[in-house]
């Protein structure tokens, strides 16, 4: 049955404050337009990119030299160039802030709290730039970095991006061959690296991966110093040095920025690798940073002062969209550890604490809370937050619901959807249109976003492809070492000529929103039928005796079975009278041809170090195939349990 009415809609007042309220107003003024909306602001953005996208620069004080031209060959994906004469600094326009208020604020689970001031942060940058430049790095050299999500790591970033050079970061829990799998492919010029980490309740260690890794890299490497002993793991690794010593020649001063062309390399980020060595993504400093500003202050309304919150770790795209808050004049507020240790209200004290304006996680994170039984709402005071947003897998109805009623009735929940080949979201919200339950506000601004069927053909109210018609600032610059570029065609445009196809399967809603029902490889055919992974998930997940869902297609009698796999909660046992009524809520929820044909019990479900479930690895598993990448699952002990079953022979 169809929702009758929005979960959440603005008040007058939130539209006429909102950032995005007073961009419409000056497009209509500077462009002689009437424009009322969202949807028209879109429209017009799309039909329009080089005024829109100008006007984005404008709007936002990006700081740099804009140039004549805004776009050039604009109708062919990979050969646009927006502001082709442009030059900037991305770490310039992330440090607007001088004196003593609040840049970053951090809490790390071994209760570590620490408070960096803009005058702070400057001072550490203006010597790790000094640093970097006296061991010769300069201008597209790479710095690979296995860090914590901790203020240190955010200077290191600016400081690298102040000269020039390519920040890669990952987090301190990959293994060593993970670490390798990614820095190895690209060369880095200078390795950093934390001393130690805290994990629900555990200190970890990472002298010897710290030592082994700087062994097979052969260059520099810094150990910052965050729950161990920064000193003893550098004098155990060669070539290195902790990051006091590193900077101790030099005193702070104003920091000098290289002005760089719009389309040079910022990040390399890394996709997942579940099913081969990793992906190197390399995004450019001017698409980065006109897309995230454009993210923060028009579609989340962030304003100078405020307290922005992810939920991320350093090898999710989401922290390098985090930093990018700074740009405007926002206070980061990092975290570093399990959201549950000691238990599920850690980060919503930290909310309380600090009057979060923004909180930013994932749909597992939320599911995990109101499957723990805690209700926000009424045990923390969130009357500061206005926007939590949600990513990483599709947000359940459910999950929806569960926002208003157990953590704030009064708050703008945006679900987003984009990723690490863009650096940031195909679908997000906007603060001018209502809130409807299981869905995504809408389509970003500037991205031609549609959703196609397998023929190439628009479809509304029908599920099929999601893709963007038309080139972005924020597309890769290139994969790195890909000379003829033809990963990156064969990654996003062999399916779509001159198409992005971006990989999610997706649907159009009356309102105007979306929703996503998983990503297309995973997507099931059982007699043809193409059936999203997550329609089955909002259903069983929901149930109490089940903690958790993955579900593959199994290659069966000439056609494709749908298996699911089920981790139930303590002390259920999967029961006939259980599998039948899994199999009933399926049929109910959403349709007979969901319905699995086997359901199997299992003690875990592999997933990757950012928490997404592999369900291309378990469906290699369960086919006999190789999965080719084990580094990049957090348990990939887990996969051994898809094995060989004797459930599955029949």
């Not at 980490?197 to 260690?205: A, F, H, I």
Request: aromatic content about 10%.
């Amino acid at each position: 049955m169809q929702d009758i009415k929005p979960l959440w809609v603005p008040s007058a007042e939130t539209v006429a404050t909102s950032p995005i309220h007073a961009f419409i107003e000056r497009c209509n003024t500077e462009f002689g337009l009437s424009l009322a909306g969202f949807e028209d602001l879109h429209a017009w953005s799309v039909a329009e990119r080089e005024k829109f996208w100008s006007s984005v620069w404008n709007f936002c004080g990006v700081k740099g030299e804009r140039g004549a031209e805004v776009l050039v060959d604009g109708d062919s994906m990979l050969g646009a160039r927006f502001f082709p004469d442009a030059t900037l600094n991305f770490a310039e326009n992330l440090l607007p802030g001088r004196g003593e208020a609040d840049a970053i604020i951090f809490r790390g689970e071994d209760k570590a709290e620490d408070r960096w001031s803009w005058d702070r942060l400057r001072a550490l940058v203006s010597k790790l730039q000094q640093a970097f430049a006296a061991i010769g790095i300069g201008k597209g050299d790479r710095i690979a970095a296995m860090m914590p999500n901790m203020p240190e790591t955010v200077a290191a970033m600016l400081a690298a991006a102040s000269i020039g050079a390519i920040w890669s970061s990952c987090s301190p829990d990959f293994g060593e061959q993970g670490v390798l799998d990614r820095f190895g492919q690209i060369g880095p010029r200078l390795f950093i690296a934390c001393d130690a980490y805290w994990y629900s309740g555990k200190l970890q260690d990472v002298g010897p991966k710290v030592a082994a890794v700087a062994k097979t890299l052969g260059v520099p490497t810094i150990v910052v110093h965050y729950a161990g002993d920064a000193e003893a793991v550098a004098k155990k690794t060669p070539g290195a040095s902790t990051l006091e010593a590193f900077i101790a020649p030099y005193e702070a001063k104003e920091i000098a920025f290289t002005r760089l062309a719009f389309g040079h390399p910022l990040y390399i980020l890394f996709s997942s690798g579940t099913t081969g060595v990793p992906k190197c993504i390399v995004h450019s400093a001017g698409g980065t940073l006109l897309q995230h500003l454009k993210e923060h202050r028009l579609h989340c309304g962030l304003q100078a002062g405020e307290k922005l919150f992810y939920f991320t770790t350093c090898g999710w795209m989401m922290w390098n969209w985090l930093v990018s808050g700074l740009a405007s004049g926002a206070t980061l507020c990092l975290f570093d550890g399990s959201p549950f240790a000691p238990d599920g209200n850690v980060l919503f004290d930290y909310a309380e604490a600090e009057k979060f304006a923004i909180f930013g996680t994932s749909a597992k994170y939320i599911d995990a809370v109101r499957k723990s039984g805690l209700t926000p709402r009424k045990s923390h005071d969130l009357s500061g937050l206005r926007l939590m947003t949600s990513t990483g897998s599709p947000l359940s109805p459910e999950g929806f619901t569960f926002v208003y009623e157990g953590i704030k009735e009064d708050v703008q929940l945006a679900s987003i959807s984009g990723g690490t080949d863009i650096v940031s979201c195909f679908v997000l919200g906007n603060p001018l249109q209502p809130v409807w339950r299981g869905e995504i506000q809408g389509p970003g601004l500037g991205l031609a976003v549609d959703v196609w069927d397998d023929n190439g053909k628009p479809v509304r109210r029908e599920k099929g492809e999601l893709v963007c018609t038309k080139a972005f600032p924020s597309m890769p610059v290139m994969f790195w070492n890909d000379p003829d570029g033809a990963k990156y065609r064969a990654a996003y445009f062999d399916r779509f000529d001159n198409v992005w196809c971006h990989g999610d399967f997706a649907e159009w809603t009356e309102h105007g929103g979306l929703v996503i029902h998983g990503r297309s490889d995973a997507t099931l055919n059982p007699g043809g039928v193409r059936i999203g992974t997550a329609e089955i998930y909002n259903q069983v997940e929901q149930m109490e005796e089940v903690a958790e869902a993955l579900c593959v297609g199994q290659e069966w009698d000439d056609d494709v079975r749908v298996i699911l796999f089920v981790r139930l909660a303590p002390g259920v046992a999967l029961t006939e009278d259980l599998i039948k009524a899994i199999k009933t809520r399926i049929r109910t929820g959403a349709s007979p041809r969901h319905v699995p044909a086997k359901i199997i019990a299992v003690a875990d479900i592999p997933r990757t170090k950012s928490g997404k479930i592999v369900e291309l690895a378990v469906r290699e598993v369960v086919h006999g195939r190789p999965v080719k990448n084990l580094e990049a699952l957090a348990n990939p002990e887990a996969l051994r349990l898809f094995a060989n079953l004797s459930e599955l022979r029949d």
